[in-house]
């Protein structure tokens, strides 16, 4: 039996994630109460990824862990998605590489490329 494929953004969706410097991420505590957090979105071909600058501890990331249904808002869209862990060397790598194409120059790379934080990887498919 094998497993289906990851589900993908529309080509449109994944261009609007790619030129968006700054996304804010919907999450929602146990209680259901909405969270918004400004963060960085990097696309590598098919695929959307997140990182959390602030590890594991961080609000998002904590809530995102515990209910991986969140929506993702980049310009006036507002989009379904689902986080999956994405840990593993060649999507750190793929986001690595993202981030420095898409943030070279800008204020807090360096510290998105800390190995510390690299197991907060996520990949993000439409829900």
């Given amino acids: ?63 995102t862990i515990a209910n991986p249904a969140i929506t993702i808002h980049a310009g006036d869209r507002a989009l379904a998605a689902r986080a999956i862990a994405a840990a593993d060397a060649d999507s750190v790598g793929r986001v690595s590489d993202a981030l420095r194409r898409k943030y070279t120059g800008i204020t807090g790379l360096r510290e998105m490329l800390e190995p510390g934080i690299f197991d907060t990887t996520l990949r993000l498919e439409p829900a």
Avoid: C, K
């Fill in 1 to 63: 039996m094998g497993y289906a494929d990851p589900m993908r953004f529309e080509p449109g969706e994944l261009a609007l994630l790619d030129a968006t410097e700054e996304i804010q991420i919907e999450t929602a505590r146990p209680d259901g109460a909405a969270h918004r957090t400004t963060i960085w979105i990097v696309v590598d071909g098919d695929d959307a990824f997140v990182r959390s600058v602030n590890g594991a501890t961080a609000r998002w990331y904590r809530e």
